[in-house]
C-alpha cells in the first residue's frame, strides 16, 4: 500500500488569544505556537497502521512556508518515509481550492492506494481541501471517517452522521479518506526515528514545477473580526463561594434542582 | 525496553552521542548499585515500577525510547516524563552521577520533535503565548496586587519582588503573593513588582525539556531587569529561586536573587519584622527539593516559623532537610496525568499527616498546590500554607 | 435573475432540519434578488417530503429514483451536476452537514464553480458573493469574498438560518434525470453508536465536560456532581477522542442532539460543534476561566473563574441548600 499523507502546519488557536494584524485580513502570528493540525495527526497514524500491516510507503505533502519543515519532519519521525514541502510562498495567496489544485499537481505524479487528510484544519476549517483533491485526481473520496478496513481494491468505512449515527459504506480503490479525530491513537516518535529524520532531505517544489497561472484562487478574505456579541449570559461574579451561592439560589428559586 | 530482541543489535552510539550532547552527565560512571532508585519518590508509591539505576547504562548504549512498538515506545516516553527532578538520587550516588540530567536530555530531543506528552505541549504552548504555564493573559499577571498599592519596579528600589506564575494567578496560592507584599510593605522594604513585563522564569519548561521557550522567556526577563536595572531579585519560589541562580547566569547576566524565607529570617533577626500575634498550632515544615536539596535553604524558613509565637515546629522524622521526599510537582510533574494511586504527593502527605501537625508549611506555590490537592483528595483536611501566609498571620 | 437552488437532506425517511433552515436562507435570498427558490428533492417516494415543503420554495425539482433512498455521494453528485447544468442557479445552498461536506466541495471542484463551505450568514448584491465564516475555533469570524462567476456553491452551517413557516405554493417539477449506478461508492447501512447505560437525550439535567477537566480522574468529581443534581454527564468530542467518556456521551454536530431543562457547560469552551448539540437547552449555565469563550455567548448565565475552585463550592451551596 503506497499511501499520501496531506499535512498543514497551523498555529493552535484553542486556548490562545488570536488578535487580527493590521491589514485585518490575517492575525498576529509572532505569539502563537505551531503544530500539526490535529486531525491530520490522525491521518498520518492511520497511514502508519496500515504501513505495518501490508508494507509500502508513506509520503507526506504540505503546501506551506519554510517553517513546514519542522512539522514534515515530526512527520518524518512518525512513520513518513519521504516528505515534500510545496512552497507555499510561491504561490501568493491561498485558499482550499488553490491548495487542492497544487497538491493535486504533485500528487497525480506519484503512485498511491490511498490518500489521508485530516477532516479539516483548525485554522481556517474549510472542510473542503481533501475531497476537492479526490476530485481533481479523478478518485472517491470519503470524509469524516471514523474506521477503515482495507479488502481486496477496496476498504470499508465508516462515517460520521450528525447525531451519533454512523454511515457503512465500501469504497473502491484508489480512494482519498479525509479522517476523523479519534479514528486511532496517534503516536510518538523514537528516538532512533528522530535521528533519521533530522537527516532527511525534504523535497521543495516551487513554481518552477507548477504552473502559477492556471491555478485558480475562489475566495479571498476581505475582513477579520471578533465576532459580534448576539446574546450574553448574565455572568455571576465574586469568589467561588459567592458565585456559586448565587447560582444555587438561582437554580433553586427555577426549580432545576 | 524491547526486549523480544537481542540487545547488541539495539544499541546505538548516535543516541548515546545526542544525549551526551543534550547534556546527559555521569553516563559512564554508574555501576547499578541502585541507591538513586532507593531514594527514588517513585520507590515508596510502590504502585509504579521506576528502575532509575538501569538509567545511565541504557543512556550509554543508547537505548532510551527506541522501542518500534507504539505501546511500548509510549510506556517508554511515559517513564522519561516520570522524573520529577528532586534530586534525591544526585544526593546519593556514590559516584555523583546526575541522573535528572539524563532524563532532561532525552526530553530534549523528543521536545524538538514534538513527541512527549499533549498535556505538557500545551503547557509549554501556554508559556510560549502568554509567558505563563495557567494561560491568562500577561495584563492580569499583577492582578493580585490590585488593592494593595504594591508599586511598580522603578530603578534605585531595593528589590524587584518577582511573585511566579502560580501566585500570581492561581486564586488559592495567589494569597501568598499577598501575604509577601504586605509583609515587606509592613517592614517599609523598597521593593516593586514588573507587572506584565514578567515573564514565566521558565524553570520547568527547561527541565521539560523546552530549551527553544526556556530561552525565550529567559531572555525576556533579563532584558525586562536590565531594562529596569534590577539589581536584587526576591522570589518566593524556590524553582524561580534555582532558575535565577543557577541557569541564568549562562545567559550572562548578573543579579543577585534571594529567596523570601532568607530575606524574612533576617526582617525577624533585625527587628523589622515583630510577629506579636500568637498562631498556636503545630505546624510540620516541608523541605521544598528546588529550596533544601537543591539550594542548601533549610534554616531560614524553620527560623521563620521558630519566630512565631504559640507555633510547635514539628519535622517528619528521617525524612526532613536533605531527606525531604518530593511533593511530584517538579520538572512538569505539576501538570502531568498520573493516576491518584499513583502520586508521590501521596506519600508526602501521609508522612507529613503523621506526625499529628495541625498545619503543613511549605516554601513553595509548586508544593502548596500538589499538596494541597492531594490532602483534599484523599480526603485529609489539613491546611496548607505557605511560611509567608502563617507569618503574615502573625505580624500584620 | 437566475434561481438560487437548495438541497433538501433527509435520512432513514425524514426530513432533516437542515432542510428548512435552508429554505429559510434561500427564500430570503431569492426575495434579494427578486428571483426564485427551487427545491432539490433527490429521493425515493418522496410525496411526503414534497408536501412538507410546499409552502417553503417556489418549485420544488423532484428526481425519484431508489438510488437516491440513501444519501450516496457518487450518485448525488453525479445528478446534482446535471441539475445545476441546466438549471443555472446563482447560488446552490447545500447543508453542511456530513452529506454537505462530501459534495459541495466535490461539485465545486468537477464543475469549477467557486465553493465555500460552513458558512453563517451569505450576502449578494453588485459586488458578488459575500459569506461569513468561523476561523480560528470560533475566535474570529471572516468576511469572504468569491471570485465573479455565473453560479456559486454554498454550505450553511446549522443553526444560522432558523425553520420559519412559508407561504410559498410550490410548484412540483418532476424530473427526468435518472441516477446511475455509482461506480466506486456503496453505501451499506446505517449503524447506530452502541447505546451505554445512560441516555444523554432524554436526561432533564445535562452535565457537559471539555476539555477543561484537564484529566481522567477529575470525571469523579463531575460524576458525583451531575448524580447530586440528578444528571447525566455528557461531553465535548476531544473528551470522548481521549476515551474518558464513550461516544454516546458526546453532545454536538457528530455527537447527540440534547434539550434538557438544565444544561450546565464546565471547562467548555464552546466550539460550533460542540454548541450545535445543546444550544436548544431550556437554561445554559457556563463555567470557564476565559471570559472570551464563546460558550458564553450560548448561556444563559455564566461563571467566569476556574471550574476546580467552583465545583467543590457549587456541590457544597446545593448540599445546604437541600437540606
Not at chain 1, 490522525?42 to 513546514?68: C, M, N, R, W
Not at chain 2, 527514588?40 to 512498538?69: H, K, N, Q
Not at chain 2, 501521609?350 to 509548586?366: E, H, K, R
Not at chain 3, 432542510?19 to 434578488?33: D, P, Q, V
Request: charge should be negative; proline fraction near 4%.
Amino acid at each position: 500500500m503506497n499511501i499520501v499523507v496531506c499535512i498543514k502546519r497551523v498555529p493552535q488557536t484553542a486556548d490562545a488569544q488570536v488578535r487580527v494584524d493590521s491589514s485585518g485580513k490575517d492575525i498576529e502570528k509572532e505569539r502563537l505556537t505551531f503544530d500539526l493540525n490535529e486531525s491530520d495527526a490522525y491521518a498520518l497514524e492511520q497511514a502508519v497502521l496500515f504501513k505495518e500491516q501490508s508494507g509500502g510507503t508513506i509520503t507526506a505533502v504540505s503546501v506551506g512556508h519554510p517553517d513546514t519543515e519542522d512539522t514534515l519532519r515530526m512527520v518524518l519521525a512518525k512513520g513518513a518515509d519521504t516528505a515534500i514541502r510545496i512552497k507555499a510562498e510561491d504561490f501568493d495567496e491561498l485558499d482550499g481550492y488553490k491548495t487542492a489544485q497544487i497538491l493535486k499537481t504533485v500528487i497525480e505524479k506519484a503512485e498511491f492506494d490511498m490518500i489521508f487528510t485530516g477532516c479539516m484544519a483548525t485554522d481556517d476549517g474549510y472542510y473542503q481541501v481533501g475531497v476537492n483533491l479526490a476530485q481533481l485526481l479523478g478518485i472517491p473520496h470519503a470524509t469524516l471517517v471514523s474506521s477503515i478496513e482495507i479488502g481486496d481494491g477496496a476498504a470499508r468505512i465508516k462515517r460520521e452522521l450528525e447525531g451519533g449515527l454512523l454511515e457503512h459504506d465500501e469504497i473502491s480503490l484508489p480512494a482519498l479518506f479525509s479522517v476523523q479525530t479519534g479514528i486511532n491513537v496517534p503516536r510518538y516518535a523514537s528516538l532512533i526515528a528522530i535521528r533519521k529524520a533530522a537527516k532527511k532531505e525534504i523535497a521543495a517544489v516551487g513554481q518552477d514545477d507548477i504552473d502559477k497561472d492556471a491555478l485558480v484562487l475562489n475566495t479571498q478574505i476581505e475582513e477579520l473580526f471578533v465576532p459580534p456579541v448576539t446574546k450574553r449570559a448574565e455572568i455571576f461574579s465574586g469568589t467561588p463561594e459567592e458565585v456559586s451561592g448565587k447560582l444555587a439560589d438561582m437554580l433553586n428559586e427555577k426549580g432545576l434542582i | 525496553m524491547n526486549k523480544k530482541k537481542n540487545i547488541a543489535d539495539q544499541i546505538n552510539p548516535e543516541i548515546r552521542d545526542a544525549l551526551l550532547e543534550m547534556g546527559a552527565d555521569g553516563i559512564y560512571r554508574c555501576y547499578q548499585c541502585g541507591k538513586c532508585a532507593g531514594t527514588c519518590p517513585w520507590f515508596p508509591v510502590g504502585t509504579y515500577d521506576f528502575p532509575i539505576f538501569r538509567l545511565p547504562l541504557e543512556a550509554a548504549l543508547g537505548m532510551i525510547a527506541s522501542s518500534e512498538d507504539k505501546d511500548e515506545l509510549a510506556a517508554e516516553i511515559d517513564k522519561i516524563y516520570r522524573c520529577v527532578g528532586c534530586e534525591a538520587c544526585v544526593d546519593q550516588c556514590p559516584h555523583g552521577i546526575n541522573i535528572p540530567s539524563i532524563f532532561r536530555a532525552g526530553r530534549r530531543l523528543l521536545v524538538d520533535f514534538g513527541s512527549y506528552p499533549e498535556i505538557l505541549k500545551s503547557t509549554v504552548r501556554k508559556i510560549h503565548d502568554v509567558g505563563n504555564p495557567v494561560g491568562e493573559p500577561r495584563e492580569k499577571r499583577s492582578d493580585w496586587a490590585r488593592d494593595l498599592n504594591v508599586p511598580v519596579f522603578e530603578p534605585g528600589m531595593e528589590f524587584l519582588y518577582f511573585s511566579c506564575c502560580i501566585s500570581s494567578y492561581d486564586p488559592r496560592v495567589k494569597s501568598v503573593a499577598r501575604a509577601v507584599a504586605g509583609i515587606l510593605q509592613k517592614a517599609g522594604i523598597s521593593f516593586g513588582i514588573l507587572q506584565s513585563e514578567e515573564s514565566c522564569c521558565g524553570e520547568a519548561i527547561r527541565r521539560i525539556g523546552s530549551e527553544t521557550v526556556y530561552e525565550e522567556v529567559a531572555k525576556a526577563n533579563t532584558s525586562a531587569f536590565e531594562r529596569n536595572s534590577v539589581a536584587k531579585v526576591l522570589v518566593n519560589s524556590p524553582h524561580c529561586y534555582t532558575s535565577f541562580k543557577n541557569d541564568y547566569p549562562e545567559l550572562g547576566v548578573k543579579f543577585d536573587v534571594l529567596h523570601i524565607s532568607e530575606h524574612l529570617s533576617d526582617l525577624i533577626e533585625s527587628g523589622a519584622i515583630k510577629p506579636d500575634k500568637e498562631f498556636a498550632k503545630k505546624v510540620v515544615y516541608h523541605d521544598p527539593c528546588a529550596l533544601g536539596r537543591q539550594n542548601d535553604i533549610y534554616e531560614a524558613p524553620r527560623n521563620v516559623l521558630r519566630s512565631i509565637p504559640g507555633l510547635e515546629l514539628l519535622e517528619v522524622e528521617n525524612f526532613n532537610h536533605g531527606l525531604s521526599v518530593c511533593c511530584g510537582a517538579g520538572s512538569g510533574g505539576l501538570w502531568m496525568e498520573w493516576d491518584k494511586d499513583e502520586r508521590i504527593a501521596g506519600v508526602r502527605v501521609t508522612q507529613l499527616i503523621d506526625t499529628g501537625a495541625d498545619v503543613i508549611a511549605v516554601a513553595c506555590p509548586y508544593c502548596l498546590q500538589m499538596l494541597e490537592e492531594t490532602a483534599k483528595s484523599m480526603g485529609h483536611d489539613i491546611p496548607v500554607m505557605d511560611i509567608a501566609e502563617i507569618l503574615a498571620e502573625s505580624c500584620l | 435573475m437566475a434561481e438560487i437552488l437548495a438541497l433538501v437532506e433527509h435520512r432513514q425517511g425524514s426530513l432533516r432540519d437542515v432542510t428548512f433552515e435552508l429554505m429559510s436562507c434561500g427564500r430570503k435570498l431569492a426575495e434579494n434578488l427578486d428571483t426564485r427558490l427551487t427545491a432539490v428533492l433527490l429521493g425515493h417516494n418522496t410525496g411526503e417530503f414534497a408536501d412538507d415543503l410546499k409552502t417553503q420554495a417556489h418549485r420544488i425539482l423532484v428526481l425519484d429514483d431508489e438510488r437516491f433512498k440513501d444519501f450516496n455521494s457518487e450518485s448525488y453528485q453525479q445528478a446534482l451536476s446535471q441539475v445545476i447544468k441546466s438549471e443555472n442557479p446563482v447560488i446552490t445552498l447545500i447543508g453542511h452537514t456530513a452529506f454537505g461536506m462530501s459534495l459541495c466541495p466535490a461539485l465545486g471542484a468537477q464543475l469549477d464553480i467557486p465553493s465555500s463551505t460552513d458558512c453563517l450568514d451569505i450576502e449578494m448584491n453588485d459586488g458578488g458573493l459575500k459569506v461569513i465564516r468561523q476561523m480560528y475555533e470560533g475566535k474570529l469570524d471572516a468576511r469572504v469574498r468569491f471570485r465573479e462567476s455565473p453560479s456559486y456553491l454554498v454550505t450553511i452551517r446549522t443553526g444560522c438560518f432558523p425553520a420559519e413557516d412559508g407561504n410559498l405554493q410550490a410548484e412540483i417539477v418532476s424530473s427526468d434525470l435518472k441516477a446511475a449506478e455509482p461506480q466506486h461508492l456503496k453505501f451499506i447501512e446505517y449503524l447506530e453508536a452502541a447505546v451505554g447505560d445512560v441516555d444523554i437525550t432524554k436526561a432533564d439535567v445535562v452535565v457537559g465536560v471539555g476539555r477543561g477537566i484537564k484529566e481522567k480522574e477529575n470525571m469523579a468529581m463531575v460524576e458525583e456532581f451531575a448524580g447530586m443534581i440528578g444528571g447525566v454527564v455528557a461531553c465535548t468530542r476531544p473528551i470522548v477522542d481521549a476515551e474518558w467518556l464513550p461516544k454516546d456521551r458526546q453532545v454536538g454536530s457528530s455527537g447527540k442532539t440534547v434539550k434538557p431543562k438544565l444544561y450546565i457547560a464546565l471547562g467548555i469552551s464552546g466550539a460550533f460543534q460542540h454548541t450545535a448539540g445543546m444550544k436548544g437547552s431550556d437554561t445554559i449555565i457556563a463555567v470557564n476561566k476565559d471570559p472570551d469563550a464563546p460558550i458564553f455567548g450560548e448561556a444563559d448565565y455564566g461563571i467566569v473563574d476556574d471550574l476546580f475552585k467552583v465545583l467543590p463550592a457549587l456541590r457544597d451551596k446545593i448540599t445546604e441548600l437541600k437540606q
